[in-house]
């Protein structure tokens, strides 16, 4: 629940420490004191350092020397792809190796600084180097530092810092770095190329500079280094320190059920292991009241399988009006869902599933507002931004997958799986209700969730490729499903 944070004590007292897989990400404006900060953590946590920024920067050095305009997103994105970028990081001097060059100097130049921006707004180019990055990352213990490291290349991690400072601060700071690296620059054109920057990191339509909901914001403006690394230290101990509140048990949780979930979940629990689902995250532990789960839909079996996984209660589910009135419409009146009327913005299902949260039940919700062709999640809808303004539920993702395909035992075509991503806390919501209007939270919540989504879905081929029978789903899906968004929600903007 979106509130004040665990204190440094209350952390250090639980003898919590940062887990094995840990990834922490890292982001703000040029000169918040991301480089230094990560560093800092990356030997006190013993992570390997990855500085992003200097992965663009590289590509825009190997470009300007292969003559390719930063405006020619294809060409530049082609010499990414074809070309070996390392990161060596030895905890005292990290190194960039471009196709077994060292460019680690020849990066930080003012003509590098000038056109890194651009060369780093393109979709094409952001492509290639966020699954470089995401590669660089999978097996975790890493501190990774950039402007979309949170937002978009872990959606999933374990800390996320946006480290902020005022323009005075920082230009103060870039200024000493440059004077210590022995370089005059006047303090106008240190704060000219700082706001240019900043504005086209922020304003560019890929992937922009941005507080992902679920970070923590510290501003940096007026401490010191030494607290500064301190402080971000702290915060990586936050979501890990949450986490053992979780740990609660599952026996007793099942035993406490109403006798109405208690009978469900037992036809669900049947119904999952004889088509062989497999569960994967949150295994032994139940969960906690007054959250919201939230789930890609791809199916009209998707409920009783994710119910299946699903051992506390009450449990209350958003599901379209229509289900009540239907076959089936006792049954969902015994699991007491909150009926919603899905075209335009329902008051009374938003009001009634609110006050559910509120009073301690776990809402579950499919944020993408109806069923999506298997193996593209989202779009989410703005429902959930919603749920999480009124309420600040923290929200647990899952992805299921393999309801096309069930069969007795497990199904090749289509593996059956349901797979828990960690819980999700909106910390910055205060920060970005003081920012922006409810409509943009709303947005930004939702692409989190879609970013979110696909990370969880990567996750299950990975571990199990994505079958031909899948694909061909896919295909057939995409346009049937087409058909039905412009029934239920008009045409597309
Ligand atoms: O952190 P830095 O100043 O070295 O980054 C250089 C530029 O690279 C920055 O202006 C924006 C871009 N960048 C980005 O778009 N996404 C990242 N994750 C990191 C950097």
Redesign the pocket.
Known sequence: MVGSLPTAAAIAHAGITLPADAVIAIDGP?GSG?STTARALARRFGLTYI????M??ALTLAARRKDIASEDGDRLAALLAAARLELRDDRRESSVIWDGQDVSSAIRTPEIDRS??RV?SHASVRAVMVERQRELGRRGSVVME????GSVVFPLATAKIYLDASLAAREARRHRQFRDGGRTVAPQEVRRELAE?DRR?SERAESPLTISPDAIVLDTSDWSLAEQIERAAETCLINPYLDTLLDTDRESAVRALPLNYRIAYACFDQIARFFGLRQIGYNRRSVPAGIILVSNHVHWYDPPIIGATFLRSPLRTLAKEELIHGPLGFLFRLLDIIPIHRKGYDADAFGEARRALQNGSCLFIFPEGTRRPVGRPGPVKNGLGILCQETGADVLPLFIRGTWGLMPGGSPRSPLEVRYGPMVRLHALPILQRQYDRQAINRRIAKLFETIFCELQARCYRDRPETPFEQGLFQRLTRKFAAKDRRLFGPSP
Request: glycine share 12%; proline share 0%.
């Open positions: 040029a991301k500085d992003s920024g200097a663009y920067r890194v921006s780093s950039g402007r979309d490291i920057r990191d």
